[in-house]
């Protein structure tokens, strides 16, 4: 069964505690102050039983302006309004500043309660339906019914109740719901638990010994009990005001605003993309880099403002902005916000999130709004490669909400772009990702690869002796943090053709050592030299040759290290290995004494070659004789 949650709205005075304790039997009053004060102060919470037995949760709300703040910590995450007016005054200031906050909220189902008929005549009572009519008519609750009830005397609520079951009927089902989130909207500490948090749960369900993390910060917490309408339950579900005991955090710890979720669902950011509504008869209108108080789910923190596409926003209008915050914000691409200006304290505006991780933009760019446009619009597929082109993700990371998307739209959308060759599973091209592999635009696999080759290319000019630039050094200069990324990435691309990596280094293809002329012309009187004297040849050191030429000699295959000081010319070195190879064919063995004649060299070099022939496995040494080793030299 679908769970709800309603929540009262409406000016001050105008009846609505006393309407939920009608309807629910419960007084949302707790505190001794709003008691004393005969007035609501902090957000208040009951239920109520529908006609057909079902409970649906109330949060209920101040409608004094002063606690407006309270009430936006509220109104977010319910289904459906009781907007309440008080028959015998008629529409005031903040029935109009809470109908305007539910409209940008998008709260679209409601019920219009007229309080207090006792006290109203009814030609009066007509007048006021008027009027509330047509203040809703430019609001998502247009279309909304109205009921007129007395607290008191309990005339028109039955009809009310059953108007609202009407109404919770025609609630569309949630989409993309898959994530479960609770926006703390209160924190205590119960004796003998601890630690309680409560708000009103969405997009999924809380199971006791769940493993939860307070966002935006990062400390995690268990649950250790559910309850819900004051019931222990083992699950929460969404839809439903709910009590979460957790262990492993205490109350200092967390504060009104912070969201209840699983590790992973969000990643908090200090700026967000929006499109930002002002209210039509907004006080004031905002200019580039304004502060504004920017309220969502229970959350409530100051930001400054960057118009995308206009140098003023005024009453009535919508703009593309992008907000700053000073602390992050945990949220989901269309969550709904409301923008208040500071002081006077009023509501100016509010809209949907578009983006909840965005680069900083610059203004006035038209690829950015065309971006936010794309997003907004909300093809699954374009959205998920917006994402795929500001960073490779995890395709865990993707399934658990990174791009906003449903875990069975990303399947989808992946599938489709993969096999559009529009992205690509790095370390696997063309393969269907696992849920560690990562995923990248093929846009930005392109770019990454420019900016690698780049990288190499000056590398290369700058160092023409050395074979690479070192692995680490490269990942550094990337940027990339994630030793796994990096090595599926390097992987892709050497996959493509367009790197070499030989584990300690990268280069690039067509990279070839060159050396200068000056030192090649001492490179090749050296090698002419060496080439004299095959099996005497003169030590590199002897000859005067610079370690760095030596070891451009060795990378280019110009020269054979045998030993320390000990260098052959390539073909000197071959014609040894099938020389000592056929002698111990011929005659079963060779010792260091008949080497040393046969090619008419030194001890010196028969003991190095000798020793390398061993360690290359072409020979292996018995007492003071060599014999066949395991190791053939390659036919040539
Ligand atoms: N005659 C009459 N009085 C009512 C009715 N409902 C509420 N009242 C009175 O109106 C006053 C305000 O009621 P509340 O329920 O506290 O109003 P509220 O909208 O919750 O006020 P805030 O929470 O401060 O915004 C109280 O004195 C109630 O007794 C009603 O149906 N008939
Ligand atoms: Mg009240």
Redesign the pocket.
């Known amino acids: 069964m679908r769970q709800f949650v309603i929540g009262?709205a409406?000016?001050?005075?105008?009846?609505?505690?006393?309407?939920?304790?009608?309807l629910t039997g419960i007084d949302?009053?707790r505190l001794a102050e709003?008691k004393a004060r005969?007035?609501?102060?902090d957000l208040g919470f009951a239920w109520l039983t529908l006609p057909s037995g079902q409970s649906v949760s109330v949060v209920?709300?101040?409608?004094?302006e002063r606690?407006i703040k309270n009430m936006l910590a509220g109104v977010g995450g319910i289904d459906a309004a009781l907007l309440?007016v008080?028959a015998?005054e008629g529409p005031m200031p903040?029935t109009a500043e809470h109908l305007a906050i539910l409209d940008l909220l998008g709260v679209d189902r409601g019920v219009i309660v007229l309080?207090?008929?006792?006290?109203a005549e009814e030609d009066w009572l007509d007048l006021v339906r008027e009027e509330v009519r047509e203040l809703v008519s430019t609001t998502t609750l247009a279309d909304a019914p109205i009921v007129a009830?007395?607290?008191?005397?309990g005339e028109g609520i039955p009809m009310l109740l059953e108007t609202l079951e009407d109404v919770l009927a025609s609630v569309p089902g949630r989409s993309g719901g898959s994530v479960p989130r609770l926006p703390v909207d209160r924190v205590f500490s119960v004796a003998g638990f601890g630690t309680v948090v409560t708000g009103t749960l969405s997009g999924g369900e809380i199971t006791t010994g769940d493993e939860l993390r307070l966002y935006p910060g990062d400390r995690r917490a268990r649950v250790r009990g559910l309850q819900s309408h004051q019931e222990k339950v083992a699950r929460a579900l969404p839809g439903r005001r709910t009590a979460v005991n957790l262990s492993g955090i205490t109350t200092e710890e967390i504060k009104r605003g912070d969201v209840l979720g699983p590790p992973g669902i969000m990643n908090p950011s200090q700026r967000l993309d929006a499109r930002l509504r002002l209210l039509p008869d907004a006080p004031v209108p905002l200019k580039q880099n304004d502060e504004i108080d920017f309220f969502t789910g229970a959350a409530e923190l100051p930001a400054r403002i960057t118009l995308l596409d206009r140098e003023r926003l005024n009453p009535g209008e919508s703009a593309w902005v992008q907000f700053r915050f000073r602390a992050p914000l945990a949220v989901l691409r269309n969550d709904r916000f409301i923008v208040r200006r500071p002081s006077p304290s009023e509501t100016l505006g509010g809209g949907e999130i578009i983006d909840p991780n965005p680069p900083r933009h610059r203004r006035f760019r038209p690829e950015t709004i065309a971006a936010l446009e794309t997003l907004a619009a909300g093809a699954p597929d374009e959205i998920l490669l917006q994402t795929l082109e500001q960073r490779p993700v995890e395709t865990k990371e993707l399934m658990a909400g990174a791009a906003g998307l449903s875990a069975a739209q990303v399947v989808e959308a992946l599938a489709q772009l993969i096999a559009e060759g529009d992205a690509v599973v790095l370390g696997r091209p063309g393969r269907r990702p696992g849920a560690t592999d990562f995923v990248v635009a093929t846009s930005l696999l392109r770019s990454l690869t420019e900016q690698i080759s780049g990288a190499l290319r000056s590398y290369h000019a700058s160092q023409p002796l050395r074979p690479g630039l070192a692995r680490e050094e490269a990942r550094r200069r990337l940027g990339i943090t994630q030793p796994r990324l990096f090595d599926d990435l390097i992987a892709t691309i050497a996959g493509n053709g367009e790197l070499i990596d030989d584990g300690a280094t990268l280069r690039l293809p067509q990279f070839r050592m060159t050396l200068d002329p000056t030192r090649r012309a001492a490179a090749d009187q050296y090698l002419a030299t060496i080439r004299a004297q095959p099996y005497t040849p003169p030590g590199p050191h002897e000859f005067g040759l610079d370690p760095e030429t030596l070891a451009a000699l060795e990378h280019l295959g110009e020269v054979t290290k045998v030993a320390d000081g000990v260098y052959f010319a390539p073909e000197a070195w071959d014609a040894l290995v099938q020389g000592t190879l056929a002698f111990i064919d011929g005659n079963g063995s060779m010792t260091l004494s008949q080497f040393r004649d046969h090619f008419g060299t030194s001890r010196k070099y028969a003991q190095a070659a000798l020793e390398f022939l061993d360690q290359l496995k072409y020979t292996r040494r018995v007492g003071d004789d060599r014999v066949r080793g395991p190791r053939r030299p390659s036919a040539s």
Request: hydrophobic share 40%.
């Open positions: 009262t409406g000016h001050v005075d105008h009846g609505k505690s006393t309407l939920v304790k009608a949302p009053d709003e005969a007035m609501t102060i209920d709300v101040p409608g004094h606690f309440v008080a015998d903040q309080t207090k008929v006792d006290a009830v007395s607290a008191l005397t």
